[in-house]
């Protein structure tokens, strides 16, 4: 029996049903997922029982993955394809320094020179209730503004940066990792509208969780135009909120979606996740402004 494919959400996402992602899928398979990937933004796969070396293998079918160079402190010490995102605390019994992980609003790895074009989160460990992540849908953000905002803002590069993206998690995260890998991380420009490459939609690029100002501008200028389109990206309709089960694999496209782990973990709740990283190809420019 082959796959087959239903819809999750007004907003976006598609659940792959009949998948075994424990043994090699076969190219028809496999373009069938990549079509809803690229058609839906989002793909639920439900009740893989997988090792790492399985997932990496599932994951670069569909592209070259990253080393997570750019959060070389944050890999699997035996997998470097696989970033961790857990709770679970270190082996000493320190609090694990990634428990904060993408709690704001952000597509992966926009504050560097090669955003990434997927990731497949996989979840290993998850509480009976929480550890929710929220899915938006930057296709139908764009689409649904005025003519008038999309002309002010279709010429509008943005600042992503990695300190962003760490900000709120001072005081969380070792801050002798963080000065690690600023370091390798330095300021970048995206454009403000991106169009997709395979679609050639337009979709809105900023976030919450990662730009600091419009390029050309000072922070306090850009600020209502960024906080509309934060407001605006993430209207009720736009959004998925994933549910997570142990063993859920979910694959996101970040070149038309944004994702925000909601940080619902109960107390004493354990959330454990592997995700892997498909490269995407080079955007942006280095930022050499204030
Ligand atoms: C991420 O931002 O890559 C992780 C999201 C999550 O843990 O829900």
Redesign the pocket.
């Known amino acids: 029996m082959g796959i087959s494919v239903r819809r999750l959400s007004y907003g976006l996402g598609a659940e792959i049903l009949g998948a075994d992602l424990s043994r090699t899928l076969s190219d028809e398979d496999i373009a069938q997922i990549r079509q809803a990937w690229i058609e839906h933004g989002i793909v639920l796969i439900r009740g893989q029982d997988i090792t790492p070396e399985q997932h990496i293998a599932f994951s670069a079918r569909f592209g070259t993955l990253d080393d997570h160079a750019a959060l070389f402190k944050y890999r699997h010490p035996d997998h470097p394809e696989i ?1 961790l ?1 857990s709770n679970k605390p270190k082996a000493d019994g320190t609090p694990s320094d990634t428990r904060n ?2 709690v704001r609003w ?1 597509s ?1 790895l926009s504050y560097t020179l090669r955003p990434a074009m997927g ?1 497949l ?1 996989f979840c290993r460990e998850i509480p009976e209730v929480g ?3 929220m899915f938006a849908n930057t296709y139908l953000a764009y689409d649904s503004l005025s003519e008038g905002f999309k002309r002010l803002i279709g010429p509008l590069w943005a600042v992503h940066t990695f300190e962003e993206a760490v900000r709120e998690t001072e005081g969380v995260r070792d801050p002798a990792n963080i000065a690690a890998m600023k370091k390798v991380n330095r300021p970048v420009m995206q454009p403000m509208v991106r169009p997709h490459e395979e679609t050639g939609r337009k979709t809105i690029y900023v976030s919450t969780g990662v730009t600091t100002h419009i390029v050309g501008m000072t922070r306090e200028e850009s600020q209502p135009i960024l906080q509309y389109l934060y407001q605006h990206c993430i209207r009720p309709e736009f959004v998925y909120r994933h549910r997570w089960q142990r063993n859920d694999l979910i694959m996101w496209d970040n070149r038309c979606t944004m ?4 940080g619902d973990i109960p107390s004493g709740g354990i ?1 454990h ?1 592997h ?1 892997t990283t498909v490269l995407g190809t080079p955007s942006g420019q280095l930022y050499e402004g204030a």
Request: glycine share 12%; net charge positive; no cysteine.
């Open positions: 970033f995102v992980t993408g952000h992966d990731s989160l550890g929710d992540t994702h925000k782990a909601v959330r996740m995700r």
